[in-house]
């Protein structure tokens, strides 16, 4: 059953991994990311690889990652670094002539949507939810009543 649960784990980052890339095909031109599109599956390749050797290694010495959170730090680090190498490469080549105030600029623009998302994923998850069933019913109302300006707030930061 736990070797189910990592080959689930390994083709799902799959699709976390490469969603940055497939979401450029769709939002530019292909002449638009000419030069950059083999550099962000490379980007993806390499930290997909990472991600399977570190699950498959886990599993194998009998260690279950989802049942320790200490052992899921390596996987969110590693998603995070392919992250921002997608991002520094993608504002890179929209910027090449540009300072590096301007690229910091773009990939903060780039980036900012990602990271609301994930934010309010989380805080919904971890914090929201587990109040929300622990409240009488006026303490869920209130709770459903002002759990949409979080991502009211997060899309005026944006």
Known sequence: MQW???IYDVIS?????VWVPLICFLLFRPYQLK????KL???????CVLDTLNHVALQAMGKAYYFEPKFEIPLYANFTISLCLQ???????????????????LICKMA??????SIVN?????????????QAEKGKLIIALFAPLIGVV???IS
């Open 4 to 6: 189910t649960i990592t």
């Open 13 to 17: 980052s799959y699709f976390y991994d």
């Open 35 to 38: 030069g950059v599109k083999r």
């Open 41 to 47: 599956f490379l980007v993806c390749f390499l930290t």
């Open 87 to 105: 991002f520094y490469l993608l504002g890179r080549h929209f910027s090449m002539r540009s300072s590096r105030t301007k690229i910091i600029s």
């Open 112 to 117: 900012t949507p990602s990271c609301a998302c």
């Open 122 to 134: 989380f805080g919904v998850a971890d914090s929201l939810y587990p109040a929300f069933t622990g």
């Open 154 to 156: 997060l899309k005026v």
